[in-house]
């Protein structure tokens, strides 16, 4: 199987001794995984090494075969990411902050920023500063920002952060269609144990920033009678190993 | 190259949207006219010759240089990279396909294009008050070199504030730390004029070696010289830690 992430033993860890320890993980072409964890399990800190924004202190992360500390632009030319919060300039227009993103990239114009306003449901705020926008319309512009150049990976922290419950659906839908239609690989990170059980088809469980397990979501529901007393009892046993 | 291009017509799109820049243009035009105003009374209610038309614009570097050209610089390189990362902006960018290299280069790229334009601007608009004042045709190629000249001594100071703004961890106290060595290095350059040539910022007049009739080529070369090594080791420091950066 083709694999589009694949992390090897990556360790980090901070001052205060918290971090993240050996995790192993590989994830197919296609497929939505699920990061799930409490806040500070470590899932930021290994989304953030994902995509060059921290250094490890060992292991390293390949996206669609490049190492991200060896072939950076290689690795994050077809990636789109959310990271810990959306932060586009304040100053600029939803539209402006796209064209600068856009101009990374040969192939998107301003067609395509259209439709990726469009999907999101921002199109008719395109041309309001981002200082005037709710914490939902910022995070509707990061993912229009993430899904701008059609990337073939998609890494999500916290996507649902902000949404009303019609843009969560929306949003949930979005991440599906995506992947089925054109085979998009998602790794996205939530403490809502819900919304990962509705999105993702494969699960992973950071805890005190070790991997604790991972299982497709068609599994656990097979076993369990919900990903939450499937994460519950993953933490009751493995947690304090 | 493309990445680095894109990095650098982002950079430079953003601070044409900062209004520091309006503010850093309608500063220079105010300074340039209330000079020509100054200079034209004293030449001509006063009876007290102060320039001629060439060194109005050499006054109004001479003066620039040491007040507003540093201190706008200042501020946009401060909001390009201190500024940034206080409010986490740089990540847009940092998250892009651009490595951090391109990154920071076409930061480097964009401050040096506000410089140069900033010096054109006030040449154009000072030897333009020029013409008023002496109604004589300046020796523009003097003029034109001397701007070129003092472009290098703003940049380096430019640099040393990008390296300052990749230490501190908020944009005031990259500003204070900022001008803290700015006005240090000046001081220590009065107190100890031995080591004045050693230090960047009394090179900020330098082109005023090339204004008299003789011209002293070795000592040019030697501060060309000083300011590249000067260059060379602060573009490697900021982008060390520019590179080492966790965010």
């Known amino acids: 199987m083709d694999k589009a992430i694949v992390i090897e033993n990556l360790s980090k860890k901070y001052k205060n001794n918290r971090g993240i320890q050996d995790i192993n993980l590989e994830i197919d072409r296609g497929e939505i995984f699920g990061f799930l964890g409490p806040n500070g399990a470590g899932k930021t800190t290994t989304m953030k090494i994902m995509v060059g924004l921290m250094k490890a202190d060992k292991g390293d992360v390949r996206i669609n075969g490049y190492s991200i500390s060896k072939d950076y632009e290689q690795a994050m030319k077809n990636v789109g990411c959310i990271i810990e919060n959306v932060t586009p300039f304040p100053y600029l227009t939803a539209y402006e902050n796209m064209k600068l993103w856009g101009r990374f990239y040969d192939d998107v114009d301003d067609t395509r920023i259209d439709k990726s306003l469009e999907i999101t449901g921002i199109i008719k705020y395109k041309n309001e500063k981002i200082k005037n926008y709710s914490l939902g319309m910022k995070q509707r512009l990061g993912i229009a920002i993430a899904i701008l150049s059609n990337p073939n990976v998609v890494i999500l922290d916290e996507p649902f952060n902000g949404l009303d419950v019609e843009g969560m659906v929306k949003m949930r839908e979005l991440i599906i269609r995506l992947s089925k239609q054109y085979k998009t690989t998602f790794f996205i990170s939530s403490h809502l144990v819900h919304d990962i059980e509705l999105t993702c088809d494969k699960v992973g469980i950071l805890y005190h920033g070790k991997l604790l397990n991972i299982d497709s979501t068609q599994n656990i529901l097979k076993n369990y009678s919900s990903l939450e007393n499937y994460y519950l009892s993953e933490v009751d046993l493995n947690g304090d190993a | ?247």
């Open chain 2, 1 to 247: 190259m493309e990445m680095l291009k894109a990095v650098y017509t982002n950079e430079i799109f953003k601070i044409s949207k900062k209004k520091k820049i309006t503010v850093a243009l309608i500063f220079s035009a105010l300074s340039v006219i209330v000079l020509a105003i100054v200079v034209y009374s004293l030449n001509n209610f006063a009876g007290i010759r102060v320039t001629g038309s060439s060194e109005f614009s050499i006054m109004v570097l001479t003066i620039l240089s040491y007040s507003i050209f540093p201190l706008f610089t200042t501020f946009i390189c401060i909001d390009m990279f201190a500024g940034e990362f206080a409010d986490h902006t740089i990540k847009f960018t940092l998250t892009g396909p651009a490595s951090r290299i391109k990154v920071f280069l076409g930061k480097i790229f964009t401050v040096a294009t506000f410089i140069i334009g900033n010096l054109v601007f006030v040449m154009v608009l000072s030897v333009v008050a020029s013409l008023f004042i002496n109604k004589n045709i300046p020796n523009l190629f003097k003029i034109i070199i001397s701007y070129i000249m003092a472009f290098m001594p703003i940049f380096i100071f430019s640099l040393v504030v990008i390296l300052i703004s990749n230490i501190t961890k908020g944009t005031t106290s990259a500003f204070m730390l900022s001008i803290f060595i700015f006005l240090t290095f000046n001081g220590l350059g009065f107190a100890f004029p031995q080591i004045k040539s050693f230090l960047f910022t009394s090179t900020f007049d330098w082109y005023r070696l090339i204004l008299g009739n003789y011209i002293n080529f070795s000592k040019i070369i030697r501060i060309f010289l000083i300011l590249l090594g000067y260059g060379i080791m602060l573009i490697a420091a900021g982008y060390y830690l520019f590179e080492k950066k966790d965010i």
